[in-house]
């Protein structure tokens, strides 16, 4: 079982942005998570870090996340700016930090759909990778529920395509947490985030957002490329998540340039 959390223990002031610090809308955020058996993590990170497993059924169980969604008024935090717009796709591992003992996300790569690939890819080296990524959402604007949401990424490296489904039923239902705030922090909360550079040594950057006002939903049908294709999600598993959480805008700083830890 994992441990309890309250939400306002993880909650912290906005650090000061500054230099080349983002802001973003995250529009029709998704977090459509999968519980595994915690070998199939095996070999993806270095030993620094620990998965962050989960007790479902007596078996352990690793998480990880599919998190599309699209960027509105991506700018600078700090200075006047031109705003983008820009579908992405984020893969990540819920992982702990043993050396500092924080809870953080593994990131296996992002498919961004913007010619603004050239900067995190090349400059700074992050697994990123180009690709088409298009929403087909709708959402009521009496209840805040989608009525419609499809997305399709089109990928050399990760293909995907996600249809999701909302009514007033959804519950939230998390197995292997003492309670839903617990889960939610778990989930929605990690502000940092590792992952494999391009050219090998390890990279990290930290964000900020406030907490998140995420909703259940559920899914219609589901098809991702590449955990099938590393063998974490199976095809065959991946029309039923562990969960499934939406929103349909959020904001979030990213602390920028990268760091490069070794």
């Known amino acids: 079982m994992q441990t309890l959390r309250k939400m306002a223990d993880y909650l912290i002031e906005r650090p000061k942005p500054k230099g080349i610090d983002v802001r973003c809308g995250l529009q029709h955020f998704a977090i459509i998570t999968y519980a595994v058996p915690a070998d199939r993590f095996e070999g993806l990170f270095p030993d620094r870090f620990r998965l962050d497993v989960v007790d479902i059924d007596g078996q352990q169980m690793g998480l990880i996340s599919v998190v599309p969604f699209i960027d509105v008024d991506f700018t600078s935090a700090v200075f006047p700016f031109p705003k983008f717009t820009m579908g992405q796709t984020n893969y990540r591992i819920y992982i702990v930090d043993q050396l500092t003992n924080e809870r953080c996300v593994w990131f296996l790569g992002t498919v961004l759909d913007s010619w603004t690939l050239a900067v995190p890819r090349y400059l700074w080296n992050l697994p990123w990778h180009a690709g088409n990524v298009k929403f087909d959402c709708r959402v009521n604007q009496a209840s805040g529920l989608y009525e419609q949401y499809a997305m399709e990424t089109c990928s050399s490296w990760a293909d995907a395509s996600v249809v999701l489904h909302q009514s007033s039923e959804e519950v939230f239902d998390f197995p292997g947490f003492p309670d839903t705030e617990s889960a939610l922090v778990y989930l929605t909360h990690p502000l940092a985030g590792f992952y494999f550079r391009r050219d090998g040594k390890l990279g990290t950057y930290r964000v900020w957002h406030k907490e998140l006002a995420v909703t259940p939903a559920s899914l219609v049908s589901a098809r991702f490329k590449l955990l099938s294709d590393l063998g974490i999600v199976?095809?065959?598993?991946?029309?039923?998540?562990?969960?499934?959480?939406?929103?349909?805008?959020?904001?979030?700083?990213?602390?920028?340039?990268?760091?490069?830890v070794g």
């Not at 562990?242 to 602390?255: A, G, K, M, Q």
Request: no cysteine; glycine share 0%; proline share 15%.
């Open 234 to 260: 199976y095809e065959a598993e991946q029309n039923h998540p562990y969960s499934i959480l939406v929103e349909p805008l959020n904001e979030f700083t990213i602390y920028l340039p990268p760091t490069v």
